[in-house]
């Protein structure tokens, strides 16, 4: 992943897919420029497993963290993406120390 957010490529697609599935887990999320490199996994591997192609971290963040209902919705359009500020953080609480 890049400083932006930017999801990039990653190796061992097939490998990563087939522990995946001896986990027992039917769900995995994969870079959009991975896509390419399922087509090495077997037909009876894939089936019964979602996939979801990323481009940003917010995608993932979305897929992995919010409800099936927000999962659901195609995230990976992010061409001619601005970028945007962080978040403010938080102000620390303050502790006013009264003498006992």
């Known amino acids: 992943m890049t400083l932006r957010g930017d999801v ?10 087939l522990a995946a599935r001896a986990a ?10 991975n896509e390419r490199d399922l087509v090495d ?3 009876p591997i894939k089936r019964d497993m979602t996939f979801h192609f990323v481009e940003h971290v917010e995608d993932v963040l979305q897929i992995a963290l919010l409800s099936r209902d927000a999962a659901e919705q195609k995230t990976t359009e992010r ?3 601005e ?3 962080l978040p403010e953080p938080e102000p620390a609480p303050t502790h006013e120390h009264v003498p006992v």
Request: glycine fraction near 10%; aromatic fraction near 0%; charged fraction near 30%.
């Open 8 to 17: 990039l490529p990653i190796g061992g697609v097939k490998e990563k897919v």
């Open 24 to 33: 027992k887990l039917n769900t995995v999320i994969l870079p959009k420029l």
């Open 41 to 43: 996994v077997p037909e």
């Open 79 to 81: 061409s001619g993406r």
């Open 83 to 85: 970028s945007r500020p």
